[in-house]
């Protein structure tokens, strides 16, 4: 008798209209903001490819997972009669510290919220909106888009885009700004893609709670998006 294959735990691919969300050219701004990688840089901190990597590595592990676990878990809370976006809000704001880091997620979910309303129409979207006056943090607006765009299988589909953006948005920073090699900087993205594939898997596993999403910490990235926001000259504004 034919043998039943085991049902795969792997998510669904992305369906091609998140694939919009995925790129670049979406106009919400992101191009002006390099994910710490601009103070890391003044600071002597980046200069190789070697230590691009590094950066990444780290930024992946930490920011990358909040930022994937919270955006998987406003895709599932969208699903909700009444999504509780003034708790996530508060739990997102305890996890990041830095005044900086908080205004440049607020400026990047709004300008997401505006397009992705634009683009796909759903209450969930003007709910967030109309929830967060100050401007949702970015992970929130990632979420809520991804649910709008293609509500099957999107919170899976939400900690992916959150994940792989960690490093993406850092390294196409890095060849602007450093004048890094894009092929060799497109290698490390390469070589990340495993590390960017297990944590938006474990971001996919959505609490009860907002409380109980991931809380890791990165201070340097915190201590550099301060020094970075006094500076005078900048390229990128976080």
Not at 102 to 131: F, K, M
């Amino acid at each position: 008798m034919p043998t039943v294959p085991a049902a795969s735990t792997a998510p669904a691919p992305l369906p091609a209209s998140l694939l919009l969300l995925a790129d670049s050219r979406l106009p919400t701004g992101a191009h002006v903001h390099s994910g710490g990688l601009e103070p890391a840089a003044a600071a002597g901190r980046v200069r190789t490819v070697a230590a691009l990597a590094e950066f990444l590595r780290g930024r992946l592990a930490t920011a990358g997972l909040v930022a994937a676990a919270f955006a998987a878990a406003a895709a599932a809370e969208c699903a909700r009669p009444e999504p509780r976006w003034a708790a996530f809000d508060a739990e997102l704001d305890a996890r990041t510290p830095s005044p900086a880091q908080r205004e440049a997620s607020r400026a990047q979910g709004r300008a997401l919220l505006r397009t992705a309303h634009t683009v796909w129409p759903a209450p969930a979207l003007a709910a967030l909106a109309a929830a967060s006056p100050g401007g949702a943090h970015h992970p929130l607006a990632l979420g809520a888009a991804a649910h709008a765009a293609a509500p099957e299988h999107a919170p899976a589909h939400a900690a992916l885009l959150a994940a792989s953006a960690a490093v993406t948005g850092p390294a196409s920073a890095a060849v602007r700004l450093l004048a890094l090699d894009p092929l060799a900087v497109h290698g490390v993205l390469a070589e990340l893609a495993p590390s960017v594939d297990a944590v938006a898997a474990e971001a996919r596993a959505v609490p009860d709670s907002p409380a109980e999403l991931p809380a890791v910490s990165a201070p340097a990235l915190d201590v550099h998006a301060e020094l970075h926001r006094g500076q005078r000259l900048r390229l990128f504004e976080s």
